[in-house]
């Protein structure tokens, strides 16, 4: 064999090892940064969608402190934590309905909810979760008069099916005037969720105001039906927080106009959100309110 033969030969087999399948190293994919919670203990999941543009790869980053979503309650309230996938429901089987339902919204999970294959409302229905004691079963509202109103609603929830099959959970629901729920009360989710975007982390919690001159309703009149619910809106990188506060009935003005500080929800319900900030900082956050500081939201009417 000729020397020009070798040198050929060598040059192949130097080639082949530059071109060759990547190291195990390289193949290993992006480091899971997911924070979920699940009841009976905690599990991380891989969701590789960037803020930006949700259907290329990329990691998702958490908070990293979920205590944020972490609130204490009066004793005298009957509670039953659940920690879901994506949300985390404090409920009442007294009442038979949740005390607070807590979760985290990101301008990722946004964007992932309302891209074009995000999941679709339509391909869920409503189930009793019966691992909770109390909890009702989604035929108790037929014929009530209420809507099944989501505290954590679906629209914050499409960018991931064990999050929407969770918030269709009756631990999440409650009864609310369908004037409501359809109206400002929509508006004002609708806002939040855009709100996420730019504040780029929301943590938010939402409920009932539960109390003692509550009218009952359900097949065995035993579920509570809240005169008033509330929202509280934290944005942890703007240190800036709102509440709104409505009646369970029409509202007959803006949502706008249903802005409060934290500090009143709290008067009203006993619980104490962002217990988990310093004292001197709950304290600013929670005695403001200026929905001048939010984002303009228009909704199509």
Sequence with gaps: ?????????????????????????QQKPAADTFYSSQQGGNNREHNQRTADR????????????????????????????VKYKAITVYYNKHYRVPNCVAYELTNTQVNMADAPDAQKRDNYQFNRDDKVSGCPDWWEYKQTGYDRG????????????????QCFLMTNICPQDHELNDGEWRHMEE???????????????TGPVLEGNMKRMGK??????????YKVVYAPEQ?????????????QTSWTNHAVTIDEI???????????????????VESH????DWPRYTPRR
């Design 150 to 165: 989501h505290m954590a609603p679906a629209m914050d929830m499409r960018w991931d099916k064990t999050a929407m099959e």
């Design 191 to 205: 806002a939040i969720h855009t709100w996420a975007r730019t504040a780029r982390r929301l943590v938010i919690f």
């Design 54 to 81: 949700p259907n290329n790869t990329g990691e998702y980053r958490s908070t990293g402190d979920p205590s944020l979503l972490d609130v204490k309650l009066p004793a005298k309230l009957d509670n039953h934590t």
């Design 239 to 251: 240190d800036r927080a709102i509440a709104f506060l409505f009646k369970n009935e029409k509202a």
């Design 1 to 25: 064999m000729t020397k020009r033969w070798l040198y050929y030969l060598c040059a192949l087999a130097l080639l082949a090892g530059c071109t060759g399948n990547p190291s195990q190293e």
């Design 220 to 229: 065995k009149g035993n579920i509570a039906v809240p005169n008033q619910y």
């Design 266 to 284: 709290e008067r009203l319900t006993g619980i104490n959100f962002l217990a988990s900030l310093p004292d001197d900082s709950e304290t600013v």
């Design 289 to 292: 309110q200026n929905i001048r």
